[in-house]
């Protein structure tokens, strides 16, 4: 079953920057987070940049922990996914020094900690997809892949990496 959007929705306005689109939601980047092992945040590469998995991490702690259809509510799970994609495009901003370079996001893909049982990844993952289609527009919707595991890093509930294609 879909997760109910939790968040106010934000209508694109043609013209406004991303970094416009962000203060009208109210969202200041955090600093990026340093990789947890041996990859980097991300890669620029033949005109896209691939960012590695970021988890959903506010004020150098994670706004959820374990697995959704156990100890995380699909609500919990789609705001953790939102806060994930804040991070996806803190990533970006730091490697392409402004967000004005994206000229389209491509691909997401969506980890979601759970159990057999659970089936709302969909409505989860739509935390980050929601995000970047209000922050960038009609160039902000993509391809997704969201799917349930067994376990992510530090208990994470969910993960979300990304790629996108350079202006």
């Keep these: 079953m879909p997760t109910a959007n939790p968040t106010p929705a934000l209508e694109p306005t043609p013209g406004r920057t ?11 980047l955090p600093e990026p987070a340093a990789p947890l092992a041996a990859y980097v945040p991300v890669v620029v590469a033949g005109g896209f940049a691939y960012v590695s998995g970021q988890g959903p991490v506010a004020g150098g702690a994670a706004v959820a922990i374990g697995h959704l259809g156990a100890e995380v509510t699909p609500e919990q799970g ?5 806060v994930a994609g804040i991070n996806v495009l803190a990533q970006l901003k ?16 969506v980890m979601v900690a759970s159990t057999p049982d659970f089936t709302g990844h969909p ?38 990496d990304a790629i996108v294609q350079l202006a």
């Design 18 to 28: 991303p970094e416009q689109a962000l203060r009208a939601l109210g969202l200041t």
């Design 94 to 109: 730091a490697a392409l020094g402004s967000l004005d370079r994206v000229a389209r996001v491509v691909k997401l893909t």
């Design 78 to 82: 789609y705001q953790a996914a939102r």
């Design 123 to 160: 409505g989860v993952a739509n935390g980050a997809s929601e995000l970047l289609a209000q922050v960038f527009g009609e160039a902000g919707r993509h391809a997704r892949s969201a799917f349930g595991v067994a376990a992510l890093p530090l208990g994470w509930p969910v993960e979300v």
